[in-house]
């Protein structure tokens, strides 16, 4: 059951990704909406990351997760390598665990 879900998930945002890709240049969207559509899909995915790295299980995630995110998102935005990004995320969340932050 898990991997029909998984699958039909997969099928409709992959149809909805090649309907947009197809019915680009078929619909007018006004300027205003074209404008603004990149930055709905930035904010949801803003929303969405922030969501997984502030909560667990429907509650707070502790203060070690967010610190490591944070400590990512500066090394992301300094144009560090990804690899560095990833290791340096979870390291510092690792090691605030390991002291005994939540």
């Given at each position: 059951m898990l991997i029909a879900a998984v699958?039909?998930?997969?099928?409709?945002?992959y149809a909805f990704r090649v309907?947009?890709?197809l019915l680009q240049d078929r619909i007018a969207l006004p300027p205003q909406l074209r404008t603004l559509l990149p930055i709905a899909a930035a904010t949801l995915l803003a929303a969405l990351a922030?969501?997984?790295?502030?909560?667990?299980g429907?509650?707070?995630?502790g203060y070690?997760?967010?610190?490591g995110v944070l400590v990512?998102?500066?090394l992301a935005w300094r144009r560090a390598p990804f690899v560095l990004v990833v290791v340096a995320a979870a390291a510092?969340?690792?090691?605030l665990r390991l002291?005994?932050?939540p």
């Open positions: 699958l039909a998930l997969a099928v409709g945002t309907a947009g890709v922030v969501t997984a790295a502030v909560t667990e429907g509650g707070f995630a070690a997760r967010p610190t990512g998102l500066l510092t969340a690792a090691v002291l005994g932050v």
